[in-house]
Each structure stands twice: as structure tokens, then as C-alpha cells.
């Protein structure tokens, strides 16, 4: 989008911060959106407002490209687009906060590829979005000014206005006349008033501070959005980056020591040596130590695994899931430490370090799935929760970065090339858990028979659109013992009857709540839940 850039020293004087140069497109959709913003948002909840907003945004930067603009041709500009439509369509399917998070974050992601099309790293490019939204809020205070030639117009208002004053005195004296002789109009005029009087004290009675510092916050981030400070920082900072490694014969290898008669262009092969056989004996000792764990973990917890009656099984899941996710990020670090450099291109000892190194990789696949059956026995005997899914979808990121470890060990491709792939199965992985109805299948997990402790406390936290299927499931309340986690990590134990209560209570407020509902803050599920329950 078309922008003011920074000019020359000498022209800019001794302003600070230059003047923005705004599109006839901009000038109309910058005012147009914070009034949409303020619409669609004050005093509602991201729902429905969200995708109409979203819309407006992108359908302002699309028509403000050219048709031929380099954008159009990066598949980053392609995938983060379809990534911010289908996460906020989600915002206004579901209304989840997972949703509004992907929605806001791939927005933003998406904006840093307009800005600069040629970047791929995705957390430059929200980086490239912020520097620019940084730079435009506050140039957008240069836009209040007064005319240079504010004299002259006030002298031409003041003509005009002598011009017009003759009729409109005369208008005034026949709108008097009319009223008195014209009961009908009077009666009009005295409607017309009332109307008019009842729109300006709505008005001025939802207009406060805080709606003024609401509107300026909309406008803010209107602007943010579509006026965007072209910023090379970060494009700079990735031209420098390859997607493999290079060779460096200009240096020694990391455990090489200088000499005061050091030369840069000689390479110490002893160093890189040296170097070698620390990876080859750590690799081996490890993997070791790696291979006992992991066929402790498959005969203890891979087959037939049943806990015993006084089995710690939340220390079983919790401490244990953690530690081990932690050794796998180690096993991952450990293995970017000794590839990052010239130990690639060691031809003598190259395939025995590689072997080694996938074996240690693939046995932190085997640990990864032993994380996940631990996970998995956790849901089966307690339930599923939030956090259960969470550290499926570390662990999904986990498996897919030691997938790229692998790259790394055989194609020598560079960190930068890992960072690449990793941040984008990340993003994916965000836009992927926008689009689950969580809640729903959370709640029908954990009321199925097997599960006979029940935190029933937590499925009444959970959102409105889970309450047509914790209506439905009313009549196994007494046959579960029912609990509830408070957030001190203790139990109390929820009688049936109380428990029916406080459904009984929910259901009542939230027929309450979406009857008085306005539509910005509407979702698909929350209308279909309220149809269910007042069936």
C-alpha cells in the first residue's frame, strides 16, 4: 500500500516524524473502518464482528495492491490469507478463544507478507508487522492539523454564509407562520423533533471517555492495518540466510583455540578432529543411555499398562510428560550444535556421526510416543482437558522437528531452514486448532460411562455451547461421583443435586444473555445451542 516514506534530513527540518501521505483509497476506508471497528465492537464480544471486520481489512489492503504486485506470487502471501479467513470464519462459527487468537495472530502475519512479500520466515513477518504498526500509530497524529490556509476559507465561509442568511431567515419565518396556521404540520414538525431529540440523547449518553478512547484505540488499529511503513530490517536480515550449509574454510572449528600467529585462511583439521570425536562419543553414550529408558518405557508402558490402586498417576503424567519433553528439546539442540558448521563436510568420520545421530533421533521418536501414551492413559482414567490437547500439539510440532532434524543431519540444511519449516507447522498447527469445536467434544468424552469420577465443575466453567449437551446428560449426574478442581489444585466432592442446580442456573442465564444479545456478538453455536435448549 501506498505510503509516505522518510525523507532527507535536510527536508524534513526539524520535524521528527514525517507526514503521512495517504491514497484516496485510505482516506475514505481509515475513517470508514474505525467507525466499523467501533460499531462491531463496542460492548460486544468477538464473535460475528470479528469475520465482518477481518473482511473489511483484507478486502481494503487486496484493492489497494496492484494488480501485478509481487504479493500475488508469494505462496507465504497466499497460505497466511486462507489462514486468516478460515480462522476468523471459525471466530464466528465457534467464538473460541483458540479461534480469536489464530484470527488476530495470522491477521498480523499476514499484513508483515504484504508489507514484504519476498520474506518466509513467519515470525518475521509478524515482526515486520508490528515495526510497521509501531511506526504508523503515532504518525497518524500528523494527520490533525489545521489548513495552511485556514484564513482564507474562514473568509470564505464567513461570504457564504451572508450570501445564504437572507433565505434561510425567511425560511424560518414561514416555518413559524406554517406551524401556527397548520395544525397537521405542527403536529409532523413536533414528531420529527421528539425523533430527533431522542437520537441526540442516545447519543450523547453512550458517548464517554472510555467510548472515545475506544474509538481512537479502533482507529489506531485501522491505520495499523492499512497503512503499512515498508520495513527491510528483517528482509535484510534473511537475505543473509541460506537453506544449507556452507563449508567455511575461513575459520576453525568451535573448540579450536587462537594463536597470536593465527591465519583465517588455514583451517586446523586437528580442531575439527577434535571436535568429531567429542560428537562421536557423546552421541554413542547417550544413545546408551537412550536405549535402556526407552525399552523400560515400551515393556512398562506400551503394553498392558494398568496403574496399581496407590499409583501416583497425575505425577506419573505431569512430571514425567514435562522431563521428557524437555530431553527431547535437548536431544534436538545437542544435534544442531555439532551439524551447525564444518563437522558436515568431514568426509572421514561424516557417515558414522550421521548414523549416530539418526539413531538418536529416532529413538526420541520412540520417547515422543511413550510422552503420548502417558498423555493418553491420563485422559482414559481422569478425562480430557484442555491441557491433554495442548501437549498433543507440542508434541505433533516435537515429531515434525526431529522430521527436520533428519533434513538437517542428511541434506545439510542450515537452523535457518529448520526455524523456516518449524514456524510454519506451528502456524498451521494454530489455524488446525482454531478450527475444533474443543469444548463440545471435551464435555462428551468425559460423560461417557467408563468415567466414573467426573469433574463435573469443570464441564460447567466450559463455554455456553456446551450446555444443550450437559442438558442432555442430566440423568447420569447421580450415577457419577461428581467433583470439581478448584484453582488451588484441591477436590471437593459436588453432590447430583447441587450439581442440577447449577446447570438448572446456567441454562437461565444463558437464555437470558443471547435473548438481550446484539448481533455483532452472534455465533453459529451459540444460536444453535439456544434453539436446542428452548426446544
Known amino acids: 500500500m501506498d505510503t509516505s516514506l ?110 514484504q512479500p519476498h520474506l518466509k520466515l513467519v515470525s518475521n513477518a509478524l515482526l515486520t508487522a508490528l515495526s510497521s504498526a509501531f511506526q504508523v500509530i503515532p504518525r497518524l497524529t500528523s494527520l490533525v492539523h489545521l489548513p495552511n490556509n485556514m484564513g482564507s476559507r474562514m473568509g470564505r465561509t464567513w461570504f457564504y454564509g451572508r450570501l445564504l442568511g ?40 453512550d458517548i464517554s471517555i472510555l467510548h472515545i478512547l475506544f474509538f481512537l484505540m479502533g482507529l489506531a488499529l485501522t491505520g495499523a492495518a492499512l497503512v503499512l511503513i515498508p520495513v527491510h530490517y528483517f528482509i535484510d536480515q534473511e537475505s543473509r540466510l541460506g537453506e544449507f550449509i556452507e563449508r567455511q574454510r575461513d575459520r576453525v572449528a568451535s573448540f579450536a583455540v587462537r594463536r597470536p600467529d593465527f591465519r583465517p585462511q588455514h583451517f586446523r583439521a586437528l580442531d575439527l578432529r577434535k571436535e568429531y570425536l567429542i560428537a562421536l562419543s557423546m552421541l554413542s553414550l547417550v544413545n546408551a543411555l537412550l536405549l535402556v529408558v526407552n525399552i523400560i518405557d515400551i515393556n512398562w508402558i506400551w503394553f498392558g ?128 486448532l482454531a478450527c475444533g469445536n474443543w469444548e463440545i467434544w471435551i464435555a462428551r468424552y468425559n460423560l461417557r460411562p467408563e468415567l466414573q469420577v467426573l469433574d463435573y465443575g469443570f464441564l460447567l466453567d466450559m463455554p455456553d455451547r456446551v450446555l444443550p449437551v450437559l442438558a442432555a446428560s442430566q440423568d447420569v449426574l447421580p450415577k457419577r461421583q461428581l467433583v470439581h478442581e478448584t484453582y488451588d489444585g484441591t477436590w471437593t466432592k459436588l453432590e447430583p443435586t447441587a450439581a442440577t442446580q447449577q446447570l438448572q442456573q446456567r441454562l437461565r442465564e444463558f437464555k437470558a444473555l443471547q435473548a438481550a444479545r446484539n448481533w455483532p456478538s452472534y455465533t453459529y453455536a451459540d444460536w444453535q445451542a439456544y434453539e436446542e435448549v428452548t426446544k
Open 166 to 205: 437572507v433565505p434561510i431567515l425567511a425560511l424560518a419565518v414561514f416555518h413559524i407562520l406554517f406551524v401556527i396556521a397548520n395544525p397537521v404540520y405542527s403536529e409532523l414538525v413536533s414528531q420529527a423533533l421528539d425523533k430527533v431529540g431522542e437520537w441526540l440523547a442516545a447519543l450523547f449518553e
Open 6 to 115: 522518510p525523507l532527507p534530513s535536510a527536508q524534513l527540518g526539524a520535524s521528527p516524524m514525517p507526514r503521512l501521505t495517504l491514497t484516496t483509497l485510505q482516506k475514505v476506508a481509515l475513517p470508514v473502518g474505525a467507525i466499523v471497528f467501533d460499531m462491531l465492537f463496542w460492548r460486544e464480544r468477538a464473535a460475528l464482528n470479528m469475520l465482518l471486520y477481518t473482511l473489511f481489512v483484507v478486502a481494503a489492503v487486496l484493492l489497494a495492491l496492484p494488480r501485478h504486485a509481487p504479493q500475488w506470487r508469494s505462496n507465504y502471501f497466499r497460505l497466511t490469507l486462507l489462514g486468516t479467513l478460515l480462522s476468523a470464519v471459525m471466530v464466528a462459527w465457534y467464538g473460541s478463544g483458540a479461534a480469536q487468537l489464530a484470527c488476530v495472530a495470522s491477521l498480523a502475519v499476514w499484513l508483515g507478507y504484504v508489507n
Open 305 to 432: 499398562f494398568k496403574p496399581t490402586t496407590n499409583f501416583n498417576l497425575t505425577q506419573f503424567v505431569h512430571e514425567g510428560t514435562y522431563v521428557l519433553i524437555l530431553s527431547i528439546l535437548v536431544a534436538m539442540g545437542i544435534v544442531l550444535w555439532f551439524f551447525r558448521r564444518n563437522l558436515n563436510f568431514y568426509q572421514k568420520g561424516l557417515p558414522v556421526l550421521r548414523w549416530l545421530a539418526t539413531v538418536w533421533v529416532l529413538q526420541n521418536v520412540v520417547l515422543a510416543v511413550s510422552v503420548g501414551l502417558r498423555n493418553y492413559y491420563y485422559i482414559l482414567y481422569t478425562g480430557l482437558a484442555y491441557k491433554r490437547i495442548g501437549v498433543y500439539g507440542f508434541l505433533l510440532l516435537t515429531l515434525f522437528g526431529l522430521v527436520t532434524v533428519l533434513l538437517k543431519i542428511w541434506q545439510r540444511r542450515s537452523t535457518y531452514s529448520l526455524v523456516r519449516l518449524n514456524a510454519l507447522a506451528a502456524y498451521a498447527l494454530m489455524v488446525g
